[in-house]
């Protein structure tokens, strides 16, 4: 039986910064093969992309990612890709996102041998980066299999403060909006002081960040450049908004609410959809996850879809529910990153019930069938 902190530690030790594997997925096929998972290499332009699978009917689907970002900022207490445990706390680049999940994954599918489904593992190296030929290919290359997930399960770092705390069944989108306006300049000697255009273009990013009162959206100013002389007023205003919205609220509807609003200030407009968002419509296997965590952790998880993108939005295509699970956040991205090794271990026993439970539940669904 594999062993969860030690094969964390181990897979923290490959340097895999966006998009370079350095073999970690070679790896982890090794680990895997002897239980029976049969591997599809779909790797291309220089991202490594591996796809195992075992068993057969229905397909669970488990997404996971080996690249990390990059741990050159902030001072380390241990060196970032050494994998060291320190106070029962293993620390390291990827310690929860998502190296930590991803062995306790990978013990729990070593003791399943499911029955009644199929289970893959599907694993990028490029979730951190561009995500331009990561997930989305294995998602192409499943649809083209013709295998459409009965649920898929992404092991990101969900939890928030206690491990079990918070499951995604959906994620926000990001979309962006370049807006350029060009008022008269003025020289300032000949000015009033209140007629400075600043003041109108600080109306406008007023009203826009006013524009929609649902929590769920976040508007906010991220760019903005102005001014080219002493003594004259800007005559040329670049900026960059970001919207953070869930999948409620339709694109369309957000751009053409903007489109209306900046039509007084004769802007330029330009759109970028940075990450679509997704919202699982069933949440049954979701909600059998969050039976376990009630029972094992002894707290009830909350379902959220808050947060930045993750690949869920290209499996959310094709498949029927699809949600999110895995170790604390606190820490991710952050110089010392780190998980508590107690957490590692009783995550991949939440994974392997859940497995055995998911599998089980297609029998009674052919039993009741016949
Ligand atoms: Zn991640």
Known sequence: MLNPVKLAQKLIQFVTVTPNDQGCQSFIHQQLAPYGFILHDLSTHGVTNTFLIKGRGPLILISAHTDVVPATEGNWQHPPFCGIIDNNMLYGRGACDMKGALAAMMTALSQISPQHCAIGLALTSDEEGPSEYGSKIITDWLNKQGLHPECTLIIEPTSNNKLGDNIKTGRRGSLYADISISPKANHVAYLPSDQNPVFEIMKMISALANLFKDPAINFHLVKISAGHANNVTPHHFQMRFNWRHDASLPVQQIKELTQELLLAYDAQISWTQGADPYQSQSNLHAKRMRDIIQQSEKLTPTFTHTGGASDGRFFALISKEIFEFGLVNQTIHQANECTSIQDIET?????????????????????TQR
């Open 347 to 367: 995550l991949s026993n939440i994974y392997l019930n859940w497995l055995e439970q998911t599998d089980e539940s297609f029998a009674s669904k052919s039993d």
